[in-house]
Nanobody, 122 residues
Framework: QERLVESGGGQVQAGGSLRLSCAAFGRNFSAYAMGWFRQAPGKEREFVATITRSGANRYYADSVKGRFTASRDNAKNTAYLQMDNLNAEDTAAYYC???????????????WGRGIQVTVSS
């Protein structure tokens, strides 16, 4: 069964770093763009980053640009989100998603992970 599984979340102090991983189970990982979204309590899900199929292009939300880096290893069927200089506003559940287009629009992603919590303490 195709699924995405996030790992690497947890609690970190402001200014710290975390790296999220998204393991894809199924076929043709390299045929899909991979996106990252997050949702804080009481807020809507928001776009964080996305990476194209080959990994050649990446796009970020303004709020994380310069601090977060999306990457992927197609040989390992895994996508990553390196998060540096974290602050309290980054506290949220983070989701990876698979789509046919590297876009900020969640409707273009058809397979989602269950999410993982990231908590940044100030």
């Amino acid at each position: 069964q195709e699924r995405l599984v996030e790992s690497g979340g947890g609690q970190v102090q402001a200014g710290g770093s975390l790296r999220l991983s998204c393991a894809a189970f199924g076929r043709n990982f390299s045929a899909y763009a991979m996106g990252w979204f997050r949702q804080a309590p009481g807020k809507e899900r928001e776009f964080v980053a996305t990476i194209t199929r080959s990994g050649a292009n990446r796009y970020y939300a303004d709020s994380v640009k310069g601090r977060f880096t999306a990457s992927r290893d197609n040989a390992k069927n895994t996508a990553y989100l390196q998060m540096d200089n974290l602050n309290a506003e980054d506290t949220a559940a983070y989701y990876c998603a698979r789509g046919t287009v590297a876009t900020s629009t969640p409707q273009h992603y058809t397979l989602w992970g269950r999410g993982i919590q990231v908590t940044v303490s100030s």
